[in-house]
């Protein structure tokens, strides 16, 4: 048996394969940031505060500008949000008791880092 093959703590194996080891590395290196992002995402959820490092967009319709803005600056006055973006006459198709309505309505955009 070489010096190699010696040294490895595996019983019954004399020389654990190179291809085997960096498939363990490899996968272990990418799966990380998957891994990191799903448990800050149940870390968060389950006691209901914020997490660095965690990103949120959040789209909300409103019927018109002056409500948009009030609800912005709440948002905002409350650190919720890093910032807030109004976007004006947003044309809007939904179901409304069994019937498709549409309406024009102010989109705000919400993003949070």
Same mark, same amino acid.
């Given at each position: 048996m070489d010096r190699l093959?010696?040294?490895?703590?595996?019983?019954?194996y004399s020389r654990p394969s190179v291809?085997?080891?960096? $498939?363990? *590395?490899?996968?272990?290196?990418?799966?990380?940031?998957?891994?990191? @992002?799903? %448990? $800050?995402? *149940?870390?968060?959820?389950?006691?209901?505060?914020?997490?660095?490092? @965690?990103? %949120?967009i959040v789209f909300v319709n409103c019927p018109n500008e002056q409500i948009a803005r009030?609800?912005?600056?709440?948002?905002?006055?409350?650190?919720?949000a890093a910032s807030v973006n109004i976007l004006p006459k947003t044309s809007s198709l939904f179901f409304w008791k069994g019937e498709i309505e549409e309406a024009t309505e102010v989109l705000l955009v919400g993003a949070s880092f």
């Open positions: 093959g010696s040294r490895c703590p595996l019983p019954g291809l085997i080891c960096f $498939l363990i *590395l490899a996968t272990s290196f990418l799966m990380y940031p998957m891994l990191r @992002t799903l %448990s $800050l995402q *149940l870390h968060s959820a389950i006691t209901g505060s914020y997490i660095s490092g @965690t990103h %949120s009030d609800i912005a600056r709440g948002i905002l006055d409350k650190k919720l």
